[in-house]
């Protein structure tokens, strides 16, 4: 790429406003998630509102990734840029729950261009010495925008509506597109490689049976009955016919070659885990604060704000430190903060104080917030610039995949375990009060129960939460024996060369 011709400065804030706008919308829905359900209704459709736009993510990753390593990076990053305005408008008028998934869903489409080619770019635009600070510095605005995406959240949904969290994105797209077309100057000169269609178009079907399957399983359908069956069925025969396309392609979606390297292969399985794990606390957490404390969408918003500083202040450690010590020893101390969080969360209750919450969640953000810059820097460490989009993309890809398949496993988890709980409570429940998932969150509906009842349906809701962050910890220390498993490498910075003497 052309770092000489082009705006560096420029640039770097048009990646980090667009980074600063995908980040943000996250949190700001995770925010207004309880407001979202008592408007739309739909509680148990509530883990699509997130998963669908994994999917999504999951799937325009790897593709746009590859597609950046052929016709370069500028494009598509604009691409993303503009899918991403378009679904995020339609989200804002969005009039049902069934309505708001499909429009995450076009968002999602944009947002699999913009974190892994905005990481690319920077790998391409600096030297080694200096891209532990630039993704340090990228996963910092990750987390900043994760603190002000609560907040605003919640400002923005009590005092206006839910609906302008999605109108926020559009000013700050903009400008990181009018930076981005004007300052970012690439080579022409890209690979000429082929998108492996059948890969990637196989890889998704599999996920979405799988999601489907687990989704629907056992609420919608028996799990023995012949529509999950099928799903589960067609999950198996769509992945093996992707194993086997992924053998023969000429130029993989997901390249096995790259897999080879141990680094490559323990920082991406890791990030597949930290995915499955995180996703947990970013979603539940909210309700849990809305559900069980009480009160309007901004107590979720300023709970949620601790968690995103622990993972400021861990981007920054983690991207300072790659240039001193090995991947693995940061990463060692990271998951070690994070399962440690995890576990904490693990225990909380109606009792549980709200400063010790905060301190669990500070923990729980700092330990995952290594990851995101360590672990992008690993998953490109030895590769050229042709194969750079390939790698980042593969690492995004399976972080998204963890993600994704996190929440639809522990979204099961927790609404079957709240499910249980509420039918028990329901026994003491008044004539006429129906106690369903949707009254969890409502405070009109939790007004008119006696308080021994209300008390005994807030129990249920924590004692959901954290039964499903205890099943949490399984990702969370399998991504320990992984980062066991990376190696002593590290960035090696070139050494400088000697000033000549003055004269020579």
């Not at 699999?112 to 635009?125: E, K, Q, R």
Request: charged content about 10%.
């Amino acid at each position: 790429m052309n770092a000489q011709q082009s705006n560096i400065k420029l640039v770097v804030a048009g990646l980090l406003l667009g980074i600063f706008m995908a980040a943000i919308d996250n949190t700001i829905v995770a925010t207004a998630l309880s407001t979202i359900i008592r408007d739309l209704q739909g509680f148990d459709q509530v883990v699509w509102v997130t998963s669908i736009y994994m999917v999504a993510v999951m799937a325009g990753t790897p593709i746009f990734g590859k597609l950046s390593d052929m016709y370069g990076r500028k494009r598509f990053f604009i691409f993303g840029l503009v899918v991403f305005l378009i679904g995020s408008a339609l989200c804002g008028m969005a009039n049902n729950m069934t309505e708001l998934i499909i429009f995450r869903a076009i968002q999602g489409i944009g947002g699999g261009a913009l974190m892994p080619i905005a990481f690319t770019i920077v790998f391409d635009l600096f030297p080694p010495e200096k891209r532990g600070k630039m993704t340090g510095l990228l996963g910092a605005v990750f987390g900043t925008s994760s603190i002000m995406g609560p907040l605003l959240g919640a400002f923005i949904t009590d005092s206006i509506g839910w609906e302008w969290i999605f109108y926020v994105n559009v000013p700050i797209g903009i400008v990181s597109f009018i930076f981005i077309m004007t300052s970012y100057k690439e080579s022409r000169s890209h690979a000429k490689q082929k998108i492996d269609w059948t890969g990637a178009a196989t890889l998704v079907g599999a996920i979405i049976c799988l999601m489907f399957g687990l989704e629907l399983g056992g609420q919608t359908y028996a799990w023995d009955s012949p529509q999950i069956l099928g799903l589960f069925g067609g999950f198996i025969a769509l992945f093996i016919v992707f194993l086997f396309a992924e053998t023969r392609a000429a130029e993989p979606i997901i390249s096995f070659q790259m897999f080879r390297k141990r680094l490559f292969a323990s920082s991406n399985i890791v990030a597949l885990f930290y995915g499955a794990t995180f996703i947990v606390a970013t979603i539940y957490i909210p309700i849990f604060v809305s559900g069980v404390y009480g009160g309007s969408a901004t107590n979720s918003g300023l709970i949620l704000m601790p968690m995103m500083l622990g993972s400021v202040f861990g981007s920054q450690g983690g991207g300072m430190l790659t240039t001193r010590t090995s991947f693995r020893n940061i990463m060692i101390l990271s998951v070690l903060c994070f399962i440690t969080g995890i576990f904490c969360l693990s225990t909380i209750s109606p009792d549980t104080p709200r400063y010790l919450l905060t301190l669990f969640m500070v923990l729980t953000g700092f330990g995952v917030g290594f990851s995101f810059s360590t672990l992008s820097m690993a998953s490109i460490h030895n590769f050229d610039a042709r194969q750079r989009g390939a790698a980042t993309s593969t690492n995004s890809f399976l972080r998204s995949f963890g993600m994704t398949v996190g929440i639809t496993i522990f979204g099961i988890i927790q609404r079957n375990g709240l499910n249980n709980r509420l039918a028990e409570a329901g026994g003491n429940a008044p004539a006429g009060a129906e106690l369903n998932a949707d009254a969890v969150l409502s405070p009109e509906v939790m007004g008119q129960l006696p308080p021994n009842v209300r008390e005994q349906i807030t129990a249920s809701l924590a004692d959901s939460i954290a039964n499903t962050f205890m099943w949490a910890l399984v990702p969370a220390v399998l991504a320990l024996v992984f980062v066991l498993m990376m190696g002593n490498e590290r960035v090696t910075v070139p050494a400088k060369a000697p000033a000549k003497a003055k004269g020579a």
